[in-house]
């Protein structure tokens, strides 16, 4: 499929079929990566701009939310990816705003002890982050948050790439993701 053809494939509202699992970088008392549950509704407009909202919970069933991440930016598509015929680069770049919502008071209390120059903190207070540094995310002051990752359309199904087995992000090149994720289904009239 040509890069024109997915691009325009790809505007529309998508969203997560369940509860998804990806391993992050904190670990467990036995060394093991903990397991890090999500959903994730992306949207996408024929300006290449995007919002992704992702509600992160403690458990897999989705039943406690912790906080919902709210990215607003813009996808850089990059050209042809080898994981599939039609798979495409992208870079996704949360260059307009970046905003973090706790949902669980022990999260917001989490963050009023590893944040500075924030008001505090609380349960439904949503707060930007963008090109602030937020020690939660690894993000320093004047950072933007960007991530080299992939898209693949397929059935409906829209792939993004599958975290790195040790929990390591998208921050670089060569951290571009070679497998593919659990998808996201088309939830819109497009």
Do not use: C
Request: hydrophobic share 45%; glycine share 8%; charged share 25%.
């Amino acid at each position: 499929m040509p890069i024109e053809q997915v691009k325009e494939q790809a505007i529309g509202l998508w969203q997560s079929i369940a509860v998804e699992v990806r391993p992050s970088l904190a670990k467990n008392a036995d060394g093991s990566l903990k397991p890090f549950y999500l959903t994730r509704a992306f949207e996408l407009w024929d300006n290449d701009e995007f919002n992704l909202t992702i509600i992160n919970y403690a458990d897999p069933f989705g039943k406690t939310a912790l906080a919902k991440l709210f990215i607003h930016g813009r996808m850089l598509w990059q050209g042809a990816h080898d994981i599939a015929e039609g798979a495409q680069k992208v870079d996704f770049a949360a260059n307009i705003d970046y905003q973090v919502t706790p949902l669980y008071a022990p999260f917001a209390f989490v963050l009023n002890q590893a944040t500075k120059g924030f008001e505090e903190w609380k349960v439904n207070g949503t707060q930007s982050i963008f090109k602030k540094a937020f020690p939660p995310f690894g993000l320093a002051e004047g950072d933007v948050f960007k991530e080299f990752d992939l898209i693949y359309l397929s059935d409906g199904l829209m792939f993004w790439g599958a975290r790195n087995v040790d929990g390591r992000g998208f921050g670089t090149e060569e951290d571009r993701p070679t497998n593919l994720q659990i998808p996201l289904r088309r939830a819109d009239n497009f």
